[in-house]
């Protein structure tokens, strides 16, 4: 049985239908001091458990869901985390800093016996967890709502998001690909480096993993504006959209932005839903 956390729920939805699986009752509920508690009725023996940690109240909630399911029978659970937040940081950046994603996968390895994740920030997290944790790639399939482009130029806004860019170029079945280098010097703001590439009169597809505040593109869209970009399409993994992100992106210029529905976002165009199928 698919079993829902509060933040996954269309994507919980379209994996029942693609897999032919039962979604389990599902409540929540938040206590006036804060704390929250589920509810699950009945699952059978193997429950999946599907969930983007998106806050902290959400991973409050998953470790929540997977404990209940337990309790309630399911001798296997594996645990989906469409968007695993704490990835960015898989590392002690300063003296004194946690691993955070490590102790977020410690945590969630308790209740469960396997993970799937959708494009995690760095693949390396999945080896945080103590239980096998696979990262699935639904990046292809963000080629699917764009139209008809001229001489398209797919770009990343850094190098980390060439592999991206190409999958994405590659699925769409034609143009050129290119990153932008970055240079990040807090949560807003950050430097970006233009390539060589000639974006004059060309339709640009930005690609990222994760779009959070919008700075990253919103400073590659300004550079692409200067150098002549005919429209420009930003498309991510897991829209974000933090903040006042969606109209930092706007009045950047941008044509339209598509993300999938590993974060439930009025621009998630895309599922990926069947990729998750596949590997169950
Ligand atoms: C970081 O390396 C990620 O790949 C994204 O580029 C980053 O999370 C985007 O953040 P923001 O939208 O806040 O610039």
């Not at 001798?75 to 704490?86: A, D, Q, R, W």
């Not at 991510?236 to 976002?265: F, M, Q, S, W």
Request: charged content about 25%; proline content about 5%; hydrophobic content about 40%.
């Amino acid at each position: 049985m698919i079993v829902s956390g509060s933040t996954s729920q269309a994507l919980a939805v379209a994996l029942a239908a693609e897999t032919g699986r039962e979604l389990a009752p599902v409540s929540f509920e938040q206590f006036p001091d804060g704390e929250r508690k589920v509810n699950v009725g009945e699952v059978d023996d193997h429950a999946i458990v599907v969930a983007s940690t998106v806050s902290d109240g959400s991973h409050v909630e998953l470790l929540q869901l997977q404990d209940a399911v337990r309790e309630n029978g399911a001798s296997e659970i594996t645990t989906v985390i469409p968007y695993l937040g704490y990835a960015r940081q898989d590392e002690a950046f300063e003296t004194g800093d946690p691993v955070s994603v490590r102790a977020m996968a410690r945590a969630l390895s308790t209740g469960t016996d396997r993970v799937l994740t959708v494009n995690p920030h760095e693949t390396a997290v999945c080896a945080f967890f103590d239980v096998p944790a696979e990262p699935v790639d639904a990046a292809a399939r963000l080629a699917e709502p764009l139209e008809s482009l001229t001489d398209p130029l797919f770009l990343a806004p850094d190098s980390g998001a060439t592999e991206l860019a190409e999958t994405v170029r590659d699925a769409y079945g034609d143009g050129e690909t290119d990153h932008f280098e970055k240079t990040r010097h807090s949560g807003t703001d950050v430097d970006i480096e233009p390539s060589d590439a000639s974006v004059d009169g060309r339709d640009v597809v930005l690609v990222d993993d994760i779009v959070a505040t919008g700075t990253t593109m919103s400073e590659s869209i300004a550079v692409l504006n200067d150098r002549g970009a005919r429209e420009i399409t930003v498309t991510c993994i897991h829209p974000l959209l933090a903040a006042n992100a969606h109209l930092k992106l706007a009045r950047a210029g941008v044509e339209a932005i598509y993300g999938t529905d590993t974060i439930e976002r009025p621009v998630s165009a895309v599922s990926v839903a069947p990729a998750l199928a596949e590997r169950l």
